[in-house]
DNA sequence: GGTTAAATTGGAAACGTTTCCATTTTGCGG
DNA sequence: CCGCAAAATGGAAACGTTTCCAATTTAACC
């Protein structure tokens, strides 16, 4: 009769495993084991919950299924900027495989910033979500996730160093940032250039930190003037990458080579030479850091830095997933993705100066 | 002593509301008063609990009070290519105004394939969702919102007409892209340009067949040759275009303008130009439609139609909290957002034919 | 101080599942 | 047909909240 209630008030009530049982003839048990594990279960049974659940459009309530059995069958994912197609890229290919395996993901955006991944990390506490997938804003704010793994969610980490406890790292997944960026290097290197300049974000996270060391260690190994590795950090904003890039090659001896991050950066760089009226690759070489459309399409194209990003999102998930099988035990609780180096027009030797 | 067993098997048992009233030496009724409404609740009990729930560390399970509550603070968000900055720009700019409400976001990524389309609809009922955003991958499909509509979860839809029902049309939120197609064309016209091709998706949904009808109206009243409007439908792929471009660009009179969508359309049509040695704008004037990074670091500089992804996403989920709110009497149900053309580099008169 | 209304409180039901446990049914060998 | 183990079943507890209801305390007014 509360059901008659509801419905006179225009409120759909949902067909419960109550309904079904009744409609089946058996009891509640009946049909969660029924429906469920299919053990323990007569022919008879069967086939009557399989009919009545069909007749009446039953659809069990997983947020009350979850209440249960204590899984929520979600994860959540932290990135620091969505809309940036490096991130946005890894986020589908893990919602892929994360979808594949039943579970669905919730995202959070957190724009950098410690206070709303903290905030966020409780919401998703809250809610019991089963794991997470966190591209931390910093490396040192690792205090929020080990309160979250101590609720006993897995946590995964995308391509940032968060210090781990009692020596064992957190499974994570890394891209090979400081061999790319020696690759770059060595490669103009040895076409001959002297002078290159390195456009990334700061070090305060790991793949500048890596870059940067890569960087260095090709100068080191080629036993040339190190003064020559000009290190630009950057913020990732395309007008500050653009006067900083003008600044930079307006000086005396300017680099006659630079190897530039991402989008904004890229494409500050490529703006700056252009108003100084250098020509690329003539009087000046370019390395993009991250394959993107700009740097494919560009005239002239540029070489660039790849790495898969759907390889990230999915060892990402495919950890996340090893994790919550409980199967730990087997298989690597970390990656590490390679990065190549696909040569296109933009790199030539530097004219004499 | 469940506790103790829980504790010993290295399993860190929740602190519930229980023990928290017990701390505070209410009744759990109380605390959940306490806690929530702050309603009916003595200032000595309010500080009690309060106390009692910081020593703890108390957190709510939200999963368990949506079971109560029948609301779960959830929405989800289906769109057919997370990895699309078009795509990408609106999903954050929902989720960061979503967040803001105490919502979390459900993404889920259809690759415009309406089996996934309707297992995610299935799942997001399931979870009991309170609403979600959907883009769905064709305007047809719409049995699959109706079924989720029918459980009382509001939708509201992104750029896509989906037939309502009763003439009640669905909240949703619509880019003109009509009026943007007309101004762009209009300009071309107006330049002198008399053969002109849009390059976009196929007329399935709701975009491309508004730009068409406005590509075709600028046509109209100029009253000039319609025959000069060249309508290439194409998927989104990047090589697909490239090819289709080449074709269009090698012809006989072959046209003089492009307008191409986003970035994988626009970028096959660039190297197209490039590879038959056609010079922008010189040879052939370029509009892009969607604003991207390539549009506006490309050289020379793309003249592109833009509208605000951020508007988008924000008025989406704006629309879909009004809805949950439930004052959806006030207010509108739809947005119709304006696109401007920027004017750049890449257009001018044509040359003589 | 007594009466009545209002505010507060504790206890229990309810949300929709799964899972435990005791009971009943089935299957099988003698 | 009996006895017994195994399988199947129904009923109820449990998950952690919120909310209803009845009971109690406080406040207010004369």
């Known amino acids: 009769m509360s059901n008659m209630r509801a419905r006179m008030a225009g409120i759909v009530s949902r067909t419960t495993i109550r309904d079904v049982a009744r409609t089946a003839g ?11 594990g299919g053990k323990n279960v007569s022919a008879r049974v069967a086939r009557d919950v ?47 495989r994360l979808r594949e395996a039943g579970l669905l993901m919730i995202v959070g955006n957190t724009a950098n910033d410690p206070a ?22 910093s490396d040192e704010n690792d205090r929020a996730w080990r309160e979250l793994a101590a609720g006993g969610a897995p946590v995964v980490i995308l391509d940032r160093d968060v210090p781990g406890e009692d020596d064992v790292p957190w499974p994570a997944v890394l891209v090979d940032h400081r061999e790319g960026a020696r690759t770059a ?3 103009l290197i040895g076409l ?41 950090l950057q913020e990732s904003s395309m007008d500050f990458a653009q006067g900083d890039a003008l600044e930079l090659l307006r000086r005396d001896r300017r680099p006659t080579a630079i ?58 998930a495919e950890l996340l997933l090893q994790r919550l099988r409980g199967t730990s035990g087997e298989g690597q609780s970390r ?12 790199c030539v030797p530097p004219t004499a100066t």
């Open 335 to 346: 990656a590490l993705l390679p990065v190549d180096l696909v040569l296109r027009e933009s």
């Open 259 to 316: 190897i530039a991050l991402g989008t904004r950066i890229l494409a500050g760089a490529l703006r700056a030479a252009r108003d100084l009226g250098l020509s690329v690759p003539r009087d000046l070489s370019v390395i993009a850091i991250g394959d993107t459309d700009l740097a494919a399409v560009h005239s002239p194209a540029i070489t660039a830095l790849r790495w898969s990003l759907e390889d990230v999102g999915r060892a990402a």
């Open 50 to 96: 399989a009919a009545a659940a069909e007749k009446l459009g039953y659809q069990p309530d997983l947020q009350a299924r979850s209440l249960r059995t204590r899984t929520t069958g979600m994860v959540g994912c932290l990135v620091s900027d969505l809309a940036n197609p490096l991130y946005a890229s890894i986020v589908q290919a893990a919602e892929a």
């Open 116 to 137: 709303r991944e903290r905030a966020m990390v409780a919401a998703f506490r809250s809610r019991r979500l089963d794991g997470m997938l966190v591209a931390p804003g």
């Open 185 to 187: 290097t060595r490669y």
């Open 26 to 36: 058996v009891s509640v048990g009946s049909v969660s084991r029924a429906l469920n």
């Open 192 to 232: 001959g250039h002297r002078r290159i300049a390195l456009l990334t974000p700061g070090a305060r996270m790991r793949p500048g930190r890596e870059r940067i060391a890569g960087f260095k260690a090709a100068f080191a190994e080629a036993d040339i003037d190190p003064a020559g590795a000009l290190v630009c």
